[in-house]
């Protein structure tokens, strides 16, 4: 008996060993380009922020959850995903202008994320403070006031990671960055789930929203250490009344056609994607009665399998034309809230978020680099908050006219009219690939 079990012992350290070196020599491949050696660099720092971004961004599914057991509205849930909608599609404008004229847009990118990420912090803070429906009002407050310095790192972080990888490497350094950020969610939200329905309400929220927040500290770090050349000069930086800036901007949208139908096309599919934003969590406490514990399992099957789905669109892209991949992960994207709104076992919920999450992390790669394709470099921020102001727009639409739908005809019917919206909204890609065949024979 005593040799049996030094003998499974054994086999147990050599089983862990095994693991330790297979994942050590995935993390070193993972961090290492055999390319350029500026991208090299670039790509190592990169990498390092998103690991503690992945750390700070495995609080955000619990922002709303704790929201919605506070007692919030369906209204002030969809406020919660539309607020940065809304700060960004008023300001997006005015900040890529002043992006554009700025030399070195590293600090720009990098700093106001400290700010971004203290929501989180706050939040925890101030249940404290308050409660019920007086904290839902803070917490409002606190995540709306971080709507500005979101709205800046979203524009920044499109120059930057375009600037790192260049037109050759964007699959190659997104799959890697995004893998990344979702391997370390994956290892800490399954722990945090039931680290929730352990520890007493709120001070478990609170524990969890102010610990996680300090990992600020290490992607900041990290992404200073980026090497960056300056940016162009631009001919659309100088200051402008509000009715000169727009007439501007008609005339960039109308001398990029491939861009505008590109983006208007994305605004589509993504108004229908944004609908369900509020949804899933309402959904997943209120009908299916959801423990944070199958929560955190959600969570945790999303982000594992948002890494599988990184390699595996990467590989594809090697062999495989874009509009292939477009036409795949929007269809599958499409189907996703049908297939949730279809049952209320968790444990296929689960099954059905791990094969969304494949087929998020392709539209993720797929979006990214056909934006990037159209987009002037000389104009490069203009155009990228043009782009972003258009899906503010959707955000901002979205998950109201969801919550709408929801109140007035119940969450399974309104996650079908989302699926239904971006069904339409993969006829409209696809419909852009056999024109252009067309066009070409």
């Not at 040799?3 to 089983?15: C, G, H, P, T």
């Not at 929501?119 to 409660?131: C, E």
């Not at 120059?159 to 950020?181: G, T």
């Not at 503010?392 to 929801?406: C, E, K, N, V």
Request: glycine share 6%; proline share 4%.
């Amino acid at each position: 008996m005593y040799n049996d079990r030094l003998a499974d012992l054994a086999n147990y350290f050599m089983s862990a060993r095994l693991i330790l070196l297979a994942s050590l020599n995935l993390v070193r491949k993972l961090f290492t380009y055999t390319g350029d050696s500026d991208i090299n660099h670039n790509l190592r720092f990169a990498l390092l922020e998103s690991a503690f971004l992945g750390i700070i961004f495995t609080a955000d599914p619990f922002v709303s959850v704790f929201l919605v057991r506070n007692g919030a509205t369906s209204f002030q849930v969809s406020l919660l995903s539309s607020m940065p909608a809304i700060s960004g599609l008023i300001l997006v404008m005015f900040i890529g202008r002043f992006l554009q004229s700025r030399k070195n847009i590293l600090p720009w990118y990098s700093f106001p994320r400290i700010f971004s990420v203290s929501a989180y912090f706050f939040t925890g803070l101030a249940a404290f403070f308050f409660q019920e429906k007086a904290l839902t009002l803070i917490v409002l407050i606190i995540w709306g006031l971080a709507t500005v310095p979101q709205t800046i790192i979203m524009v920044g972080f499109t120059v930057v990671m375009e600037i790192v990888a260049d037109s050759r490497h964007r699959f190659e350094l997104m799959s890697r960055r995004w893998a990344v950020m979702a391997g370390i969610s994956a290892l800490l939200l399954g722990g945090i789930g039931v680290f929730l329905d352990l520890v007493p309400s709120p001070l478990n929220y609170q524990i969890v929203f102010m610990t996680l927040s300090l990992a600020v500290i290490g992607s900041t770090t990290f992404a200073l250490k980026m090497k960056l050349p300056d940016n162009e000069p631009s001919d659309h930086t100088a200051p402008l009344p509000i009715n000169k800036q727009l007439q501007q901007y008609k005339v960039l949208l109308k001398d990029n056609p491939p861009f505008t139908r590109f983006i208007l096309k994305r605004l589509f599919y993504h108004f229908g994607w944004t609908m369900a934003f509020p949804l899933y969590t309402i959904y997943f406490v209120r009908v299916v009665h959801a423990s944070d514990t199958w929560i955190g399992i959600f969570n945790t099957a999303s982000t594992i399998l948002v890494v599988v789905g990184y390699f595996f669109w990467l590989k594809q892209s090697r062999k495989r034309d874009n509009r292939v991949l477009l036409g795949w992960t929007t269809f599958g994207i499409a189907l996703y809230p049908i297939l949730i709104s279809a049952t209320v076992r968790v444990e296929i919920i689960a099954l059905v978020i791990g094969l969304g999450a494949v087929f998020q992390a392709g539209m993720d790669l797929v979006f990214f680099d056909e934006l990037m394709k159209t987009v002037p470099r000389k104009s490069n921020i203009i155009f990228i908050s043009i782009a972003q102001s258009a899906q503010y727009l959707a955000t901002i639409a979205g998950p109201f006219i969801g919550s709408f739908l929801a109140d007035q005809f119940g969450l399974v019917t309104a996650l079908i009219i989302s699926g239904v919206v971006r069904l339409i909204g993969f006829g409209l890609f696809m419909s852009a690939k056999r024109e252009s065949t067309i066009a070409e024979s």
